[in-house]
């Protein structure tokens, strides 16, 4: 198994817990007595919030270098801006479970909002072909709608930074929430 199908097992697997929860979630207001087996599973995830989302934030850093350096997929200009709000996440999660920072959510989620959209973005325009803001390249560039690979019919290195971002997105939700 190579790195790319390592990275499409990860993003399928989050992908499908990340389903489960938010149906766990849905079901918690459906039937009072799954209730607290969702606030369980909610406290669990908000207490470890910030490990998770490093792990996340790192992985998602270390596959799109793998990617570019090793593999050697030029990325576009929406999987350069994607990484801008990427590469930081690890460096201040750290910094943040080093200062026992409570409120570091205050900071990721609004990084990890910006760069989920552009991810979002990217990722629609990769399937569908329509531009809503024009991604010109510029020199050698390659195309924002360039796939170098697709996994399960969806994912694609887009899909993988939006489910990294929306994870830890949630997870920073989750620790919000939590302290409050």
């Not at 979630?25 to 039937?31: G, K, M, N, Q, R």
């Not at 973005?121 to 803001?133: A, D, E, P, S, W």
């Amino acid at each position: 198994m190579d790195g790319v199908q390592f990275l499409s097992i990860l993003t399928l697997a989050s992908n499908i817990l990340f389903v489960l929860l938010g149906l766990t979630f849905l079901v918690s207001f459906i039937h009072k007595s799954t209730k607290q087996y969702w606030k369980k599973i909610e406290k669990y995830f908000a207490k470890n919030a910030s490990k998770f989302a490093l792990i996340v934030s790192l992985t998602a850093t270390l596959g799109s270098l793998y990617f570019s350096e090793i593999r050697g997929f030029e990325p576009c200009k929406l999987c350069w801006l994607q990484r801008i709000f990427m590469y930081p996440l690890p460096l201040i999660l750290a910094i943040s479970l080093y200062k026992k920072m409570k409120e570091v959510w205050n900071y990721i989620i609004p990084i990890s909002t910006i760069g989920m959209a552009i991810a979002a973005y990217h990722y629609y325009y990769q399937v569908t072909g329509n531009t809503l803001i024009p991604c010109s390249t510029v020199g050698f560039s390659v195309s924002c709608s360039e796939r170098f690979f697709t996994y399960w019919g969806y994912i694609t290195i887009p899909w993988m930074s939006f489910s990294a971002f929306a994870i830890i997105f949630s997870l920073m939700f989750l620790l919000r929430k939590s302290s409050k």
